[in-house]
C-alpha cells in the first residue's frame, strides 16, 4: 500500500536543517555535509544555526518567518535540553510542520525518544550522508516511501513507531565537501573531518562503538585543505578522533601541510601521543610556530583506572613525546584529565593531575565524566555504582570512589585552573608560586577553598581582581612578597599596555626621565618596565607590535640597568 506523505496532502517543499550551537564561533559540520548530500535538491533545503545562549522565543520567532515544511534539528547533549523544549513548542505555531531529529543524542535510543516526543515524525540515527537525501526526495519530490530508507525511526500515520534497518555507512570519498561558500563561516571555526572512527576502545566515548577506522582519501584530503588555505582562514579544526592512528598518512599530510603553510592558517589535531612516531616529530619539530596545535586525552594516569575504562596508552612514552614537542618550543599542547572515573579517589585523581600538570602542557583541560547513551560507560555505570544526571550532559554525580561533595571539590579545582593557569594570563606568577608547593593540585585546591570561604565563587571578576584575590590568598598563606608582585605586573604588561597601573605596580616616577628617553628611542608601541632589583633598577621592554605565537603575549627584553639592549 502506498504511504501517504502528511495529514493535508499537502507537497511538501522546503526543509530547514537547525543547529543550535555551544558559542557563535562554532559551526555545525552535520547540517552542512547533509545539505551538500542532498546536491540537487539544495535550493529547498536552508541551515538554520542558533547558540544556547539564545532565548528559545527567539529561535522559535525565527523559525516561523522561515515557514519549513520539515524541520530537521541536529542534536547533541549540549543543546538537547533547548531542542526538546522547541520541538514541543513548534507543532503549536506550525502545525503542519513535520519535525525530524537526528545527531548522538537520539540515535542511540530513538524509539525511546519518539515516545517521549509524540510530536516527532522521526529520527535518522547514525550517520545521514547516505539516508538524508532519499528523505529529501520524499519530502520534496514524493518520491519512495519511509519505510524503505535505511536507519530511520519514524511514526507511521496510525501513530505506530517503525524502524528501518541499518545501513552499512557510505564511503568516506562519497562524503559531500560542505564548504563550498566560506562567505558562510566568516569568523567561525572550521571543522573538517578526514577519518570516521577510532582504533581504541575506550568505555567513556561514543567512538568506541564504530569499530572501524574510515579514511577519506588523501588525494581528495588535500584538495580540500587548499581550499582553506587558499581562503587563509585562521583555524581548521580537524574532528578526527585519532588524527595519528596510520603512521603513513600522517607523515604524508603533516609534510603536505607544512610545504603548503600560508603564514596564517592553524591546523589542530587530537592525537594519541604515545603512538607518535619519530618521523612525525621531526616534521613538527620544523614547523612555523603556530602552524599545528594539538590535543592529548591523558584522562587518568592511574593504571587500574586505565585499564578499567578499556584505554591503551603507555604513559611513560606519552610523557617522553610531550616534553619533546614543549622542547620545540612551536606547538600549542592541551591535555585532558577526567574526573569521575572508575577507581579514581580524590588522591588517585590529585596524582593523576599532578603528573599530567609536570607535563607543562600550554592548558590542561580538567572535565567530568558524562555517561553518553551507547557508550560501553552507560553498560558499566551500575557495577561502579556511577550516578549521573538524567538529562544532558549525563554528568558524574557520585560514584563508588567520589561523594558528591568531592565531585564539588574537583569543580572548584577545575574553575581555577581554567582562571589561573589555562588563561596563560597569570604564567610568570603561578611558575613562581608552585616553587613555593610540593603539588600543584594543593595549591588550586586551596585556592579555590579561599574562593569559596570568601564569597567569591560564581562572580564575574575583572583581570585586575583576579590578581587582587591571589595577592589576598597569598598574604593569607605567607607566600607574599616583592617577587610575586613583580611577575604579577610582568603577567599584566605581557598581554596588553594598560592605560592605568595596578595599586601593587611600583611607582615609576623616580625613573621618569630614563623612560622618556626610552619611550623616544623605541616608540610609543611599547611599555617599559622597571623591576628594582639588589644590583639596582632592571628596564624590561614589552614591544607590543611583535608577539609570541603561541601565546600571544607582547615580545618582551630586557634592556639592563641603563637601558641598553642585552643580547637575547
Known amino acids: 500500500m502506498k504511504e501517504k506523505r502528511n495529514r493535508k496532502g499537502k507537497s511538501m517543499k522546503k526543509i530547514l536543517l537547525v543547529a543550535i550551537n555551544a558559542k557563535y564561533i562554532h559551526s555545525n559540520l552535520a547540517v552542512y555535509s547533509l545539505k551538500a ?3 540537487k535538491y539544495g535550493n529547498q533545503i536552508e541551515i538554520a544555526e542558533y547558540t544556547i545562549n539564545q532565548q528559545p522565543d527567539q529561535i522559535l520567532g525565527d523559525i516561523y518567518r522561515r515557514k519549513p515544511d520539515v524541520a530537521a534539528f541536529s542534536c547533541y547533549i549540549w543543546n538537547g535540553k533547548l531542542i526538546g523544549e522547541l520541538m514541543q513548542e513548534l507543532p503549536k505555531i506550525l502545525p503542519h510542520t513535520e519535525i525530524w531529529a537526528g545527531g548522538p543524542e537520539v540515535s542511540y535510543d530513538a524509539e525511546k525518544f519518539l515516545k517521549k516526543h509524540p510530536e516527532i515524525r522521526g529520527v535518522m540515527r547514525a550517520e545521514g550522508e547516505g539516508n538524508f537525501p532519499k528523505l529529501a526526495s520524499y519530502y520534496i519530490e514524493e518520491t519512495g516511501v519511509l519505510s524503505e530508507i535505511e536507519n530511520l525511526t519514524y511514526r507511521d500515520m496510525d501513530g505506530n513507531i517503525c524502524e528501518t534497518p541499518w545501513a552499512e555507512p557510505i564511503s568516506m570519498d562519497e562524503m559531500p565537501f560542505a564548504y563550498e561558500n566560506l ?12 577519518s570516521r572512527g577510532c582504533p581504541f576502545r575506550c568505555s567513556y566515548c561514543l567512538s568506541s562503538i564504530d569499530k572501524r577506522v574510515r579514511f577519506r ?12 588555505l587558499d581562503a587563509r582562514v585562521p583555524q581548521v579544526k580537524f574532528v578526527d578522533r585519532t588524527f595519528n592512528c596510520n603512521p603513513r598518512r600522517t607523515v604524508e599530510l603533516l609534510n603536505w601541510i607544512q610545504e603548503h603553510d600560508n603564514g596564517v592558517t592553524n591546523f589542530h589535531f587530537e592525537i594519541a601521543a604515545d603512538i607518535t612516531t619519530e618521523e612525525e616529530l621531526a616534521i613538527m619539530e620544523q614547523m612555523r610556530p603556530g602552524l599545528i596545535q594539538l590535543e592529548i586525552g591523558v584522562q587518568s594516569t592511574n593504571p587500574k583506572t586505565v585499564e578499567a575504562i578499556h584505554r ?8 617522553e613525546v610531550v616534553s619533546r614537542v614543549k622542547g620545540f618550543g612551536n ?8 574526573a569521575g572515573l572508575p577507581y579514581e579517589n580524590l588522591e588517585s585523581f590529585q596524582k593523576s593531575f599532578d603528573d599530567v600538570y609536570g607535563m607543562q602542557p600550554d592548558q590542561l ?9 551507547g557508550s560501553g560507560m552507560k553498560e558499566d555505570a551500575d557495577g561502579y ?15 563508588r570512589w567520589l561523594n558528591y561533595g568531592e565531585v564539588l571539590t574537583l569543580k572548584g579545582v577545575e574553575e581555577m585552573v581554567e582562571v589561573y593557569y589555562n588563561s596563560r594570563q597569570f604564567d610568570r606568577t603561578i611558575a613562581h608560586i608552585m616553587e613555593q608547593y610540593d603539588s600543584p593540585y594543593r595549591f588550586f585546591l586551596e585556592l579555590s577553598e579561599y574562593y569559596e570561604r570568601k564569597g567569591l565563587s560564581g562572580i564575574g571578576h575583572s583581570r585586575i581582581a583576579r590578581y587582587e584575590i591571589l595577592r589576598a590568598f597569598l598574604e593569607e598563606k605567607k607566600l607574599s612578597g616583592p617577587d610575586n608582585d613583580q611577575c604579577m605586573v610582568l603577567d599584566l604588561y605581557a598581554r596588553e599596555n594598560l592605560k592605568s597601573r595596578p595599586a601593587f605596580a611600583p611607582d615609576l616616577s623616580p625613573y621618569k626621565e630614563e623612560l622618556k628617553n626610552l619611550t623616544r628611542d623605541y ?3 611599547v611599555h617599559v618596565e622597571v623591576l628594582e632589583k639588589a644590583s639596582g633598577p632592571e628596564y624590561v621592554m614589552f614591544d607590543y607590535r611583535k608577539r609570541d605565537p603561541l601565546t600571544g603575549e607582547a615580545w618582551m627584553e630586557v634592556l639592563g640597568g641603563t637601558g641598553e639592549r642585552h643580547d637575547g
Open 37 to 39: 548530500a542532498a546536491g
Open 183 to 194: 562567505h558562510d563561516f566568516e569568523h567561525k571555526i572550521i571543522y573538517y573531518e578526514s
Open 217 to 228: 582519501s588523501l588525494a581528495l584530503v588535500k584538495k580540500e585543505l587548499q581550499v582553506f
Open 312 to 319: 591503551t596508552m603507555d604513559l611513560t612514552k606519552l610523557a
Open 331 to 338: 606547538i600549542h599542547q592541551h591535555l585532558d584529565l577526567i
Open 365 to 373: 583541560q580538567l572535565g567530568f565524566l558524562k555517561v553518553l547513551k
Open 385 to 399: 555504582e556511577i550516578r549521573y544526571h538524567e538529562h544532558a550532559p549525563y554528568e558524574v554525580l557520585t560514584t
Open 523 to 525: 616608540g610609543r608601541q
